[in-house]
Structures are given as structure tokens and as C-alpha cells.
């Protein structure tokens, strides 16, 4: 089965500062893996994926993400927060065919910017 | 192009009561999927459907069901509501045809459903 870890319910930054949001999956065969961030009383938008190909991924809004298959690792970066990044963000896994329309979801990681 | 449409967006209910929310997906995506929403147990799957057969099923109860029209508008519905089912219930669309290549899930706003 697949899961998906994050660790730290809660980040805190500092406008300006480095953003990192971890993620660690779960899965038996190759996976598909997403980030998503969500605004209060909103749904999910895509922030970047990572199906096949090069490791690094970049994203909208400035956030880039990198697979490490060694570490099972997809953890989200961002150089220099914005007051306007303060939202919750989910890493997402896809089910093992990877073309469904399944993710597995780790908890989410409420990300505060402090002024 | 238009996002996904969920409706109705907030929704209060009594126990014992049923429900249906509804989800318009984007123009030309034949997967639908479900989702609950809490903060104590986070984001779950509940089901998908792909021209209008369910392909995947979470780990739900009964009292939660699903369908799809011919075309691609899904709701789903919820009997015997109880407290517990108090969440939001997020609807996502995607090109997702199971023969291959990535896509992605575009989601709705959400509805908030309150169990009293």
C-alpha cells in the first residue's frame, strides 16, 4: 500500500526566509507524486508533480520540489517566503498505476509567514 | 475553461438525515473523485468514477454512495448522516482514462458539510 508522511504539522518562517516542507512516500512501484496547497475555505491547487524524468521540479508561485529515490523523499522549497504563502500544503502520492484518479494524501503542513 | 463546480457550498443537516452533493467536473475530464475532508483525519479518498462506472473505492461505509452521469457530472450521497460525517467533502476532475501518461486532479471548492 501506499502512504505518504509529513513531517511537522506546523512550519513557521520568517518573511523572506527558506521555506521547507517535508515529505516522505511509501510505495512499492514508481510513483507519481504531487504537491498541493490550500487556502482557507478553498479547494486544492496543484503546486508542481514529478511523474518521470528529472528529479527537480519546479513549480508556480517559486516552489521547486526534488525526488529522491534513495531517501523516498519529495520534499517542497521555496527560497524566500511571502507573507502570501501562508496556507496548509498536502504532498500527495497517485496509486500505483499511476494514471487514476487516486491520491493518497499525508496529513498536511500549516505553514505560518511571519512578518 | 471553467474549474470544477461544486454545489451546494455550505450545507447544515440533521442526524439521521441523507444528503447529495454535486460536482460538475472540467469540460472533457471523464474521472471524477471524491474526498473527505477533517481536521482529524485529514484528507481521505472516498471513491472514483470513470465514465460513469466506479474504478476505485476508499474505506467507507455504505452509508456513503457515488454516481456518474453520462456526462461526467457526479454526486455523491450520504444516508443516515451522523455527527462524524461533519467535513468538507472536496470533488477533483482529472483526464485520467487508466491507459497510461500522468495527469492531474483539479479540484473543486468544497462542501462544507455541518451534521447538527
Known amino acids: 500500500a501506499q502512504s505518504v508522511t509529513q513531517l511537522g504539522s506546523h512550519v513557521s518562517v520568517s518573511e523572506g526566509a527558506l521555506v521547507l516542507l517535508r515529505c516522505n512516500y511509501s510505495?512499492?512501484?514508481?510513483?507519481?507524486l504531487f504537491w498541493y496547497v490550500q487556502y482557507p475555505n478553498q479547494g486544492l491547487q496543484l503546486l508542481l508533480k514529478?511523474?518521470?524524468?528529472?528529479?527537480l521540479v519546479k513549480g508556480i508561485n517559486g516552489f521547486e520540489a526534488e525526488f529522491k529515490k534513495s531517501e523516498t523523499s519529495f520534499h517542497l522549497t521555496k527560497p524566500s517566503a511571502h507573507m502570501s504563502d501562508a496556507a496548509e500544503y498536502f504532498c500527495a502520492v497517485s496509486a500505483p498505476s499511476g494514471n487514476t484518479g487516486k491520491l493518497i494524501f499525508g496529513q498536511g503542513t500549516t505553514l505560518q509567514v511571519k512578518p | 475553461k471553467a474549474g470544477v463546480t461544486q454545489t451546494p457550498r455550505y450545507l447544515i443537516k440533521t442526524r439521521g438525515q441523507q444528503v447529495t452533493l454535486s460536482c460538475s467536473p472540467i469540460?472533457?475530464?471523464?474521472?471524477v473523485s471524491w474526498y473527505q475532508q477533517t481536521p482529524g483525519q485529514g484528507l481521505q479518498f472516498l471513491f472514483e468514477y470513470f465514465s460513469e462506472t466506479q474504478r476505485n473505492k476508499g474505506n467507507f461505509p455504505g452509508r456513503f454512495s457515488g454516481r456518474q452521469f453520462s456526462n461526467s457530472r457526479s454526486e455523491m450521497n450520504v444516508s443516515t448522516l451522523e455527527l462524524g460525517d461533519s467535513a468538507l467533502y472536496l470533488c477533483a476532475s482529472s483526464l485520467a482514462t487508466g491507459r497510461g501518461g500522468n495527469t492531474e486532479a483539479f479540484f473543486g471548492q468544497g462542501t462544507r458539510l455541518t451534521v447538527v
Open positions: 469540460s472533457g475530464h471523464r474521472s
Open positions: 510505495s512499492s512501484v514508481p510513483p507519481y
Open positions: 514529478y511523474t518521470t524524468g528529472a528529479t
